[in-house]
């Protein structure tokens, strides 16, 4: 790795810059990164997976359904290694640690801390989650580490908010009572999220399980859903965690749009937070790319 890649993931991995060619916030005025408002958003998180390994090798074929259909990033880039970082940058804005032990309470902003401010709702609908409210280690198939909102103080202090924090077979009933909250983050187990299962695994339980989200008429209207890998493979560091697949998915998305901008873990956060009206953005999605390009004017 050259030094100017071992400053930047440093930098990065910091929290002083999101990348070298990641933007700032200084488009936030122009209508031509403007993000239009959405009612409810989602944000799903596979697993350890280059990108030269899904786009255009069908691999996953309804994943590619999506990606034709709607909005791909193709310079979209993990900030670091292993996973945990990443899911902290997309929900606090800072990669926090890299240790897979931690099991520390993160006190800084965060989105919950935004949603809860700004009067919206949220979840965490993680697969074998033991029990509504959980905030414990690893259990079978269900690692803490990829539910980030679990170690949010503003959810373990607050008894009203670990509620939030609910087992996977929550999700489809709250979406047939058209009950899905303003935020949802969706934690696959590690099988479905090809963490330790083949990709066409994760593939299939998109279908049976998220494609009924997107074919809702709640979504059509006003739902907006990213599908993103944590990081890339070990061998692939570039930009600190390597080369992911990031789609877009709403009827709001410019259809079959390809970008070429480059992007890390804190645009997803800025957009998620612009998108749902919210005032304020925690940690690097302050300086973050616009992510508006991916959608119709």
Same mark, same amino acid.
């Given at each position: 790795?050259?030094?100017?890649?071992?400053?930047?993931?440093?930098?990065?991995?910091?929290?002083?810059?999101?990348?070298?060619?990641?933007?700032?916030?200084?488009?936030?005025?122009?209508?031509?990164?403007?993000?239009?408002?959405?009612?409810?958003?989602?944000?799903?998180?596979?697993?350890?997976?280059?990108?030269?390994?899904?786009? =255009?090798?069908?691999?996953?074929?309804?994943?590619?359904?999506?990606?034709?259909?709607?909005?791909?990033?193709?310079?979209?880039?993990?900030?670091?290694?292993?996973?945990?970082?990443?899911?902290?940058?997309?929900?606090?804005?800072? *990669?926090?640690?890299?240790?897979?032990?931690?099991?520390?309470?993160?006190? &800084?902003?965060?989105?919950?801390?935004?949603?809860?401010?700004?009067?919206?709702?949220?979840?965490?609908?993680?697969?074998?989650?033991?029990?509504?409210?959980?905030?414990?280690?690893?259990?079978?198939?269900?690692?803490?580490?990829?539910?980030?909102?679990?170690?949010? &103080?503003?959810?373990?202090?607050?008894?009203?908010?670990?509620?939030?924090?609910?087992?996977?077979?929550?999700?489809?009933?709250?979406?047939?009572?058209?009950?899905?909250?303003?935020?949802?983050?969706?934690?696959?187990?590690?099988?479905?999220?090809?963490?330790?299962?083949?990709?066409?695994?994760?593939?299939?339980?998109?279908?049976?399980? *998220?494609?009924?989200?997107?074919?809702?008429?709640?979504?059509?209207?006003?739902?907006?859903?990213?599908?993103?890998?944590?990081?890339?493979?070990?061998?692939?560091?570039?930009? =600190?965690?390597?080369?992911?697949?990031?789609?877009?998915?709403?009827?709001?998305?410019?259809?079959?749009?390809?970008?070429?901008?480059?992007?890390?873990?804190?645009?997803?956060?800025?957009?998620?937070?612009? *998108?749902?009206?919210?005032?304020?953005?925690?940690?690097?999605?302050?300086?973050?790319?616009?992510?508006?390009?991916?959608?119709?004017?």
């Amino acid at each position: 790795m050259s030094i100017l890649a071992l400053v930047t993931r440093f930098l990065t991995w910091a929290g002083v810059i999101a990348c070298t060619a990641c933007g700032a916030s200084s488009d936030e005025g122009s209508p031509s990164v403007n993000v239009p408002p959405h009612g409810h958003v989602f944000v799903l998180v596979e697993e350890n997976t280059d990108y030269a390994d899904v786009v =255009g090798t069908g691999a996953m074929p309804y994943l590619d359904t999506l990606i034709a259909r709607y909005g791909l990033a193709t310079q979209y880039y993990a900030n670091t290694h292993p996973s945990i970082g990443n899911y902290f940058m997309l929900t606090v804005g800072t *990669i926090v640690t890299n240790s897979n032990a931690f099991a520390d309470t993160i006190r &800084s902003d965060n989105i919950v801390r935004r949603l809860v401010a700004a009067g919206k709702t949220w979840k965490s609908y993680a697969e074998d989650l033991p029990s509504v409210g959980y905030t414990g280690g690893n259990v079978g198939q269900y690692v803490r580490r990829h539910n980030p909102l679990s170690y949010l &103080s503003d959810v373990t202090d607050n008894p009203a908010q670990k509620q939030r924090l609910v087992p996977f077979t929550q999700f489809a009933l709250d979406l047939a009572g058209d009950t899905l909250p303003n935020y949802s983050f969706i934690v696959p187990n590690l099988c479905h999220d090809a963490h330790d299962c083949a990709l066409d695994s994760a593939d299939t339980w998109l279908r049976t399980h *998220i494609k009924p989200l997107i074919d809702s008429p709640r979504f059509q209207q006003d739902g907006m859903l990213i599908i993103v890998f944590d990081e890339a493979s070990n061998l692939d560091a570039m930009y =600190g965690g390597g080369h992911i697949v990031w789609v877009v998915v709403s009827a709001k998305a410019k259809p079959g749009y390809r970008s070429t901008t480059l992007y890390q873990h804190q645009s997803t956060l800025r957009l998620t937070a612009r *998108i749902l009206g919210l005032t304020g953005l925690p940690g690097a999605a302050v300086a973050a790319a616009n992510m508006g390009e991916f959608f119709l004017p």
